[in-house]
C-alpha cells in the first residue's frame, strides 16, 4: 500500500493529476501509517541512538517490535 501511494506521489510531484479527494484519502491513511508506527517504536523505550541502531539491523520487512 505505501509503495502505491509512493508512486502516486511521484506522479503528482512531476505534474501528474489526481482527484483532490483520492489525495485527500491518501494522506488520511498515510496519517495513519505514520501515528501507528510512531506508537509502535514508543513500545521498544529506547534512546534514539540505540533505536537508529536496532532499526538498521532489521531485515526489509521484519518488524522491529521485538527487542
Do not use: M, T, W
Request: charged share 40%; with cysteine.
Amino acid at each position: 500500500d505505501v509503495k502505491q501511494l509512493y508512486k502516486k506521489r511521484s506522479r503528482i510531484a512531476h505534474g501528474g493529476q489526481d482527484e483532490k479527494r483520492e489525495i485527500l484519502e491518501d494522506v488520511i491513511r498515510l496519517r495513519d501509517y505514520v501515528r501507528e508506527s510512531i506508537k509502535s517504536i514508543n513500545k521498544l523505550d529506547l534512546i534514539q541512538d540505540d533505536l537508529l541502531k536496532h532499526l538498521n539491523r532489521c531485515g526489509f520487512g521484519q518488524s522491529p517490535l521485538s527487542k
